[in-house]
T-cell receptor
Framework: AQKITQTQPGMFVQEKEAVTLDCTYD???????LFWYKQPSSGEMIFLIY??????QNATEGRYSLNFQKARKSANLVISASQLGDSAMYFC?????????????FGKGTRLSVIA | DTGVSQDPRHKITKRGQNVTFRCDPI?????LYWYRQTLGQGPEFLTY????????KSRLLSDRFSAERPKGSFSTLEIQRTEQGDSAMYLC?????????????FGQGTRLTVV
């Protein structure tokens, strides 16, 4: 079964606008962590933001915020004030278990294109 | 700290040949992961090491694949008798062990093309 689902293969956003990238997840664990990574055309995966299952507040890192809705099992990434350099693939990932001993499981990604 | 480095960045090989990739993790990281990424997909987990011990292997890792981390530092991933279906980006990542929120740091990957 798909553990991470990203339903948007591609998204377009105007420069300086905000955009939301969707992610839903499936787990029976109470303890888990959710991650977002950015992959530019160079190929390297760049960590953006983390949300723990027990965190009561939504995570924020600069222009990135995570809209975490636990009951809906969704962890959407919001990018504010989009920049041309934000054009890339974005992957949602999950790690299950409390100890952090399991590998990250990734979704299929969303390609974001920022238009000038 | 120079981050995770992978070598080579690109490899073209003929079907049936063996290939070996190298990953140098961030020096203090005890966890090292290998992932495979095909076009239009997210990275898929292959295997991981804690220090020199290989702790988990995915079902994706067929008998033709072998990974080592002999001294708990760099790692190699070998594919024997390559097939066209092996064409993919092979990503290496490293992290510290033990915390849920520990992010993995990725290298730029090795892109394998089997012709």
């Amino acid at each position: 079964a798909q553990k991470i689902t990203q339903t948007q293969p591609g998204m377009f956003v105007q420069e300086k606008e905000a955009v939301t990238l969707d992610c839903t997840y499936d787990t029976s664990d109470q303890s888990y962590g959710l991650f977002w990574y950015k992959q530019p055309s160079s190929g390297e995966m760049i960590f953006l933001i983390y949300q723990g299952s027990y965190d009561e507040q939504n995570a924020t890192e600069g222009r990135y915020s995570l809209n975490f809705q636990k009951a809906r099992k969704s962890a959407n990434l919001v990018i504010s004030a989009s920049q041309l350099g934000d054009s890339a693939m974005y992957f949602c990932a999950m790690r299950e278990g409390f100890s952090g001993n399991t590998p990250l499981v990734f979704g299929k990604g969303t390609r974001l294109s920022v238009i000038a | 700290d120079t981050g995770v480095s992978q070598d080579p960045r690109h490899k073209i090989t003929k079907r049936g040949q063996n290939v070996t990739f190298r990953c140098d993790p961030i020096s203090e990281h005890n966890r090292l992961y290998w992932y495979r990424q095909t076009l239009g997909q997210g990275p898929e987990f292959l295997t991981y090491f804690q220090n020199e011990a290989q702790l988990e292997k995915s079902r994706l890792l067929s008998d033709r694949f072998s990974a080592e981390r002999p001294k708990g530092s760099f790692s190699t991933l070998e594919i024997q008798r390559t097939e066209q279906g092996d064409s993919a980006m092979y990503l290496c990542a490293s992290s510290l062990v033990g915390f849920m929120n520990t992010e993995a740091f990725f290298g730029q990957g090795t892109r394998l093309t089997v012709v």
